[in-house]
């Protein structure tokens, strides 16, 4: 579903991705980790055809998202980091606005699994500049996933949501990766990886210090969170 091949971003004579390989196949549920700083949105956004790479590739469901950003906007939900919906829409009139943009039927329905998922139907009426920081990134949980889509990328999916909402995203993604979708999530909440995510790489000073199976990171008897700061520390050191 995704192939990074050297992605490298530079920002100056600041290497904020630098030269990083991996794949991620379908119905897995894979976390970028690392510390603040260290690539992750810059990652999810060459991914998503936000900005392109000033080295490498990617193919994303089989685009280049360089290429097609549309495209590939067309085929994958996103949830950009630090994104909120239009202050001047409802929250259920924002929800409308992308159904209709991405053509699809069955609006009322849809829109209201996700107020009921995400138990905000009492605020689909309140403009979005009235929303709380965690109504509104439930609208931008429910905004990506709108139209069923086989990829979605996430940055930090969890931030602002209280642990009961926490607790149903999570299990809706292991859902949807059991259905066949697949999952690309960015987070520095090392146990929100530990507990959902199958594979993570680690990225450090936008350079990939390890790509594998969640659990093999941690080791036997190592928590994730003691593996991730000896591999990020041990980096900083060399
Ligand atoms: N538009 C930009 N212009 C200049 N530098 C940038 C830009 N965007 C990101 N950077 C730099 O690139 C590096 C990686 O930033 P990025 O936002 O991708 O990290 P991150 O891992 O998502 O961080 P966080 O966990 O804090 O959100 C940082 O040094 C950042 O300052």
Redesign the pocket.
């Known amino acids: 579903m995704i192939e990074a091949d050297g992605l490298t971003k530079n920002?100056?004579n600041?290497a904020?991705?630098n030269g990083v390989s991996f794949s991620v196949g379908k119905g897995e549920l894979f976390g970028l980790l690392?510390?603040?700083?260290?690539?992750?949105?810059?990652?999810i956004r060459m991914l998503t055809g936000q900005i392109p790479p000033t080295a490498g590739s990617a193919r994303v469901m089989g685009l280049d998202p360089a290429r097609d950003p549309i495209g590939v906007r067309g085929l994958v939900g996103i949830i950009p980091?630090q994104e909120s919906p239009p202050s001047f829409l409802t929250a259920e009139e924002y929800l409308h606005f992308v159904a209709r943009i991405r053509n699809l039927d069955r609006i009322e329905e849809r829109c209201d699994r996700w107020f009921d998922l995400l138990d905000f139907r009492e605020k689909r009426g309140v403009l979005c500049k009235d929303l709380s920081r965690g109504t509104r990134q439930k609208l931008m949980f429910a905004q990506s996933f709108l139209h069923e889509p086989r990829l979605a990328l996430i940055?930090?999916p969890l931030i602002n949501l209280d642990p009961i909402v926490q607790r149903t995203v999570k299990d809706f993604l292991e859902d949807y990766v059991r259905d066949g979708g697949t999952v690309f999530i960015?987070t520095?909440i090392l146990e929100i990886a530990a507990e959902i995510c199958d594979r993570v790489a680690v990225?450090h000073n936008?350079r990939l210090l390890y790509c594998g199976r969640t659990g093999d990171l941690a080791g036997s008897g190592e928590s994730l969170e003691r593996s991730f700061l000896d591999l990020v520390r041990g980096d900083a050191g060399a």
């Open positions: 920002y100056g600041v904020a991705v690392g510390p603040n700083g260290s690539g992750k949105t810059t990652m980091e940055d930090e960015s520095h990225l936008g």
